[in-house]
Structure formats: structure tokens, C-alpha cells
């Protein structure tokens, strides 16, 4: 049906992430430019708005730009976790969070998103000085999800990642076209 | 000459700023997003530059990548400054600065370029909230520059310094593009 | 002896954390102000050091002053993490790491400084947010660490952590009073 | 009279500057790193605080808090263009500007505090890598200001600035200390 294709295209506009893509050495770097990238672009998206478009919803039953910026970091400062982990232990089962109740919580209704804008500028400098660090053992180092049955590699990680910011930032650029702003 | 026209290119990406163009005040939203998008842009577009790629000159006896990022927000704490000047006082005559002389203080060697780039998304902050509470008079309102004849208006600042951002963001991103970085 | 007394001040120049003392009430604004503090006090602490002073041991064979101000942000990034782990489940069982190991990871050593105390203002910004919008119900909740046997409360993690901001301040500004820097 | 004394007191908590004291070459480093410590002392001063507190006059008829944060950055970026100014021409007549209206002006009511402490700290950063890059020559330069007979020297302002930070910071300290906040 039409909706749902609509649904789908606001929910996934840069389309949806495939855990089996392959990812070869070659496709690090232009990740790694796309993690480094995503602070500028997520800054560069809410550029301008004003209070009442900040509360409003990227999509129909979504979370609202303001809720989407705060969620950024706190998504990015579990991933950098887990590739510190994978990369100082031997497989560690990693500790999921609840992304759609710490984005109810009140730090990301009250704090102003500046603060959250800052705090991925500060986050990625550190972690993409860390993924440039790291070679093809290390990227190959693995990781348990407790609701995935395999041992996912930070190659993998570090792809989804990548997808992350650029889906995130493009519910907002989106948004933006459709409304005008 | 060849040369010429690629040094133009190089010197002026996307093109001269033209004071006498019109400004209406239709325009003025546009110019103040560029003005709000400028620190992300900036930001992503040396994101991920190793050492010896900031320290590159942007074309033959340019500044650096380095110095092009510590002159931007140089550049727009003195735009700041004159916009506050001229709302707060009636046609002052504002103080020039030699910005290549600027460019060559120690400051702009030593400093990391993550500095300069959070000092710019503060500075854009205020400047933007300071930009959004003005109305047409306050446009209106003007300065003296001692180097140009006429009285420079605020509409005309707010014009160059939309244009000023993007002509140093193109400078990076047009040199990572030459040089597929 | 002597030796150990001067290790044990060095290494606790405010005293170990106590677990068993008593936390009210009354005492959880004391203990927010000073994770409110923190950030500016960090930042003061460093203020003007050269290169190799921030390459120096705090105490012979402890971090150095450098990898101590990364250290902050990545473990208040796991405790902010352990606070809304605790208010969004119920009891959760959170994932230690090895602070050592993190300490040597290349962006330890490779970031400046300011990334870190940047990291650092934001975080804390969002924290100090979500404490002061906690009940004493919600600073009852519990987590469960894999290496105490008991519950922890909320209230002992905050108490925790007012005392560890504090604690690696002193390193440092202890560390500048006895080599007079 | 005591109300007389009481005034002075809360309007000058560290006392007036003395621009006849006469600076030593030995004085400079301790005038520098009261510069380096001002943004985090500033940070530490205001942490914390609730709205209403923010916007509390820290003395009957005086700047309110926020006022007083934003004014900081205000000042002392034209501060750092002054020593930008005096190192680049010969004693250069610089421009003063109108700090009780542009206290006034729309973004020091509507932009958060957490702003001007980021802009604060990234050009105290600059400033001091300035400040640690300059000679004896150089902080005998000289430039004037329009309502000062003398010619002002860089190491008199930079004195100036040491205090000037402090100045602020206890304004707020004070304030808070009377207040019991």
C-alpha cells in the first residue's frame, strides 16, 4: 500500500541497514570520513530552527528533532563503548540500552541541543582518532549483542555506524524539505 | 591566460561578493541560514584531515587549511563586533584589522583546529540569535568602514559574511576534491 | 612506613571512597553541585600546562596528566550510562571495562586535551539535567555490578562520583603544587 | 557611609584595578594563567544554577547572572582583538564599544549561558597560546584607546584581563555565597 511505502520511505530515507552487506579493508575510509563527518552534518541540519520545529516530530508517531539530536550521542557514546570494549577484551557481551526510554528521560526534553550538538563534536574527534588507529585484526575483533546470534565484528559496527548519523541527519533534512524550512 | 581563470577559480570558488547587488528583504532568511549552517559546514569539511593535509596551502600562496580555519572565526568575531557597533551606536566608524598579518600570529600555528571550530559554533549562536531579533530598520542601520567611501549597511554585512563562510568552506572542499582526500 | 603513607596520599589526596557511609536525603544536592563542578574545575586544574608537563606521571607509575583528563570522560560516560540503565530497567546488570586498557588506547594519546574537556562541560551538562530531575524513589532504584555482591542505589553512584571528579582533580592540582607549576 | 562601603564591596568584590601598579616581566605567567583558569572558574562559579537564579541581579541596579556570563566573551574577545591589533600595527587607536548596551541586546537575553562558556573557553585557548607566544618587546607595545590619555601597553592589559576574569567570577561567587545557592 501507498502509506505503508511512505511510512517506510520517513522512517528509512537513506534505506535500511544490511548486517551482510560484505565490508572489505578498502570501504574503511570513506566510513570513517562518514563517521567524522556526521557532527558538521547533524549541526549544519537543525541550523536555524526555532523552538516550535525543534518540538516537532520527523514523522508521524517519531521522535521529535529535539529528541532525534540528544539520541545521537547517546547511541554514539554506547558504540564508541563497545569498540573500546572489543578492542580490550576478548568478545564481550556488550550491555544493550533501551533507546526509546532514555529518549523519554528528562535530560533530553530540558537540556538545550547545543549541548548535545557539542558533545558529538567532542565524542567523534575521539573516536575517529581511535578507528584511524586501528588495523584489519582490529576491525576484525568481535563483539556479542545478547539478542544476536553471532559475534558481530567492529567492521561491522563501525558500517552501521556510518549509516547511523547519515539516517538520523536525513529524518531531519527531510523533514526540513517537506515543510519548507 | 589559462592561468589566470584557474586562479580566480582557485582564489574565488563560488565567485566575488558583489556589494552593489540588491538585498531585499525577502532575502535576509536565506542569508542568516547560510550564516547558522556555516560552523557544521566548516566542521565536515575538514573532518577526518590528517596533520600534513591541514597544513597544505588551499592554492599556490594561500594560506593553509590550518590558517584558513583559524581565520574564519577571526574573521566573524570582528563581524560580530561591527554588528553590535552599529545597533548600539549611529554610524560608527569601525577598526580594520590586517587579517594576513593575523594569519601569521603564533596563535594560528599552535592552536589545534578543533578551537577554532568550537569557538565558531558559539560565536554563530549568538550572532544567529542576535540576527533572527533584528527587523528591517535595524538593517537599515549602518557603519563606516574608513577604507570604503560610502556608509556600509547592515544588510550588506549580513549578505558578505553569508557569502564569506561558503567562500572559505569551498576553498577546503574544492582543494579535497582536487586532491581526492 | 613512610613510603606507604606518601603512596597512599598520592595516589587518594582526598581519601578512598567510602561504600558504607550513610547517604540522606539532604545530601544529594552537595553531591550534584559537585558533579556540576567538575568540567570547570578540570579545566582549571590544566589551565597553561605546557606539552611535556601534561605528558608527566601524576605519581610514579599512575597515569599522566594527559591520559587522567581523557580518563574522566570516558568513565563519567559509563556512569551517566549506568544511571539511565538503572532508571529505564529494572535492577540491570551493567558492563564493566578495564579502565587500564582504555587508558592506553591510541586516542588517549593522540587527542588534545581540550576534546576531552569539552567531552567533559557537555556530558555533564546532560547529567546534571537528569539528576536534578530525580526523585528519591528514582535515586533508590538499583543496578547490579558483576563484581559487588550487593545492589548498588543510585544514591551510592552519585556519591561515587562527586567523590571521583574531585579525587582526579586533586591529582592534578596536587601534582602542580609540589612541582610548582 | 556603610551603605556606601557595602556598594563598593559587592560592585567591586576583589577591588578596582590599578592601572598605575607597576608590572614586572616576572608577573607575566602568573597574569597568564589567571587567564587560562578564567573560563573554567566561570564554569564551576555558574554550576548548576536554575533559571530564576540565572537571572538574578548580583547586586541591586547590577548585570543579572546571564548578563554578566555573556558579557565575558563580549569583553574579551575585543580584548583579544586588541592584542591582535597591537602586535600587527604601531600603536593602533582602537575602537571601544558601549558594554552596558550591548549587555542589552536580544542574544544576551536569549542565547543559554553553556554558549558563551563554550566561546569563552575556545578563546581563552587562543588567547593564551598567544600570550605564551609573546617576548618582552611584545608586551611593550603600545595602542590607545580614545578616552585613555596614555598610551596603553599590552603587559597593562593583560593585567587588566587577569583581573578582569576574577572580577566576574566573584560577582557570581558572592553572590551565591549571600544567597546560600
Redesign the interface.
Known amino acids: 500500500m501507498t502509506t505503508t511505502v511512505q511510512e517506510t520511505e520517513l522512517r528509512y530515507p537513506i534505506g535500511k541497514f544490511d548486517f551482510d552487506a560484505p565490508i572489505r579493508e578498502a570501504d574503511y575510509p570513506k566510513f ?2 562518514a563517521i ?2 556526521t ?7 537543525v ?2 530552527l526555532a523552538r516550535d520545529q525543534l518540538e516537532t516530530r520527523y514523522r508521524p508517531g517519531g521522535w521529535t528533532v529535539k529528541q532525534l539530536v ?1 539520541h545521537v ?2 547511541s554514539h ?2 558504540a ?2 563497545r569498540f ?2 572489543a ?3 576478548d568478545e ?4 544493550p ?2 533507546e526509546a ?2 529518549a523519554e ?3 533530553s526534553r ?3 541541543i ?6 558529538l ?3 567523534h ?6 578507528l ?2 586501528m588495523d584489519e585484526a582490529d576491525f576484525n575483533r568481535g563483539l556479542r549483542h545478547p539478542e544476536h546470534p553471532r559475534v558481530l565484528t567492529l567492521k561491522q559496527i563501525l558500517a552501521l555506524y556510518a549509516w547511523h548519523g547519515r539516517h538520523h541527519v536525513a529524518h531531519i533534512t527531510s523533514l526540513r524539505k517537506r515543510e519548507g524550512w
Do not use: F
Open positions: 570513517i570520513a567524522a563527518e557532527p558538521g552534518a547533524l549541526r549544519s541540519a541550523a536555524g540528544h550521542p547517546d557514546m554506547n564508541y563503548t573500546k570494549l578492542l580490550t577484551e564481550p557481551t556488550i550491555k540500552y533501551d526510554a532514555w528521560l528528562p535530560d530540558k537540556v538545550p547545543e549541548v548535545s550538538l557539542d558533545l563534536d567532542a565524542l574527534l575521539r573516536w575517529v582518532a581511535l584511524r588507529s
